[in-house]
């Protein structure tokens, strides 16, 4: 077998096609021909820059790990999948070793393999190998557009339920209404939540997001002249707390902040939002150097976490509110790709929206000779 096409980021804005060599799988593994792959905006970040953080593209990377396909060869010592299952992938192999690995935290391996994170290769091919356990099988009334969606909704399980230990009766703020925060918002709405509130800065977004799991939308005021942020972020939360009917405490508080945007502003309000003895989780990427009210932190008793990926149980606990009918994924497909038309995927990714004025909130891209159509 010879018959792999990638798709290959080789600097910053320049990437091409290429025929990769398939991948030797180990006793543990299985090599899945994949099927359906969604954009990341750190795909897209990548494409544009060359790096996230201390994550440099030095050498040719192949792109892409929202994915889920079907099993193409199984290893010598696996028993619980076959040729031919569809999967979803988790693109994170670690090491099992390590502290963190034996804790049950495994994201935080420090030599774990992240498809398309340096300088590992990405799903944007025709196979990719992944250890057995990491490839579920989906459930027949999911289609493998929804099993690439599940990667995306795990960040979010893993932000709202694993570490917000959100449940039902409670109420969440979720700050940037991009796929990961309108999931953030599904996943709280699957779990019972009394109050949704979305905010984020672009009216169309919002309009989306009460569409699809928010019970309220805030549209934040836009800055004074030369107003700092920490100014603006008080006037925002007023405002929040006035419009909404936000109680600092009791029924109707908000118990759980989600950012999803990474914007200081955001992190700045949400903090002040968040109830006393509230939680507050960070999930959106933006400038690590921002200014809070330590203040706020600490006469609140505030819970700051930091969410990185996901973690144990968090893709079954994903694909079991999406085969149990309390996730339904398909409205946020907005876009669909050939599989030699990934340029124009990321392209339309990039701007926000494509030719036809449509606005991105995710695009999928088939693998080699897949169908577009072909769920």
């Not at 670690?94 to 398309?116: H, I, N």
């Not at 497909?333 to 995927?345: I, N």
């Amino acid at each position: 077998m010879s018959d792999n096409p990638s798709f290959v980021l080789k600097g910053v804005e320049d990437v091409t096609f290429e025929q990769r060599p398939i991948p030797e799988i180990q006793p543990d593994e299985v090599l899945v021909e994949v099927q359906k792959t969604g954009i990341c905006g750190s795909d897209v970040h990548y494409l544009l820059h060359g790096r996230i953080g201390d994550y440099i593209v030095e050498d040719p990377m192949v792109l892409g790990h929202e994915s889920s396909g079907v099993v193409y060869k199984v290893g010598s010592g696996v028993t619980g999948l076959k040729k031919g299952d569809r999967v979803a992938m988790e693109p994170g192999a670690t090491c099992r070793m390590c502290e963190s690995c034996k804790a049950g935290r495994y994201q935080l391996c420090p030599d774990v393999r992240f498809a398309a994170t340096p300088p590992f290769d990405g799903t944007l091919g025709r196979y990719y190998r992944i250890p057995a356990d990491l490839a579920y099988p989906l459930p027949p009334n999911l289609t493998l557009e929804d099993g690439a969606m599940i990667e995306p909704l795990s960040v979010a399980v893993h932000a709202v339920s694993t570490l917000g230990s959100f449940r039902a009766g409670k109420n969440i703020a979720v700050f940037g209404c991009g796929p990961v925060g309108i999931l953030c918002m599904a996943v709280a709405k699957a779990m019972g939540a009394s109050r949704v509130v979305a905010v984020d800065i672009v009216q169309a977004r919002l309009d989306f997001a009460k569409s699809y799991a928010a019970t309220d939308v805030f549209l934040p005021p836009a800055p004074e002249k030369d107003e700092s942020r920490p100014a603006l972020s008080r006037r925002a939360a007023k405002a929040m707390r006035e419009q909404l009917h936000i109680p600092e405490r009791g029924a109707g508080s908000i118990d759980l902040v989600i950012d999803a945007s990474g914007a200081e502003i955001s992190v700045q309000t949400g903090l002040r939002i968040c109830k006393a003895a509230g939680t507050y989780v960070q999930v959106g990427m933006g400038n690590p150097d921002i200014t809070i009210d330590m203040g706020v932190v600490m006469s609140k008793e505030l819970q700051l976490k930091g969410s990185f990926r996901y973690g144990p149980g968090d893709y079954p606990l994903a694909i079991q509110l999406v085969s149990q009918g309390k996730i339904d994924l398909k409205p946020l497909v907005s876009h669909r790709y050939k599989f030699e038309d990934a340029v124009v995927a990321f392209q339309t990714t990039r701007k926000g929206k494509s030719d036809d004025g449509k606005g991105v909130i995710k695009a999928i891209i088939s693998g080699p000779d897949v169908p577009v159509e072909s769920n």
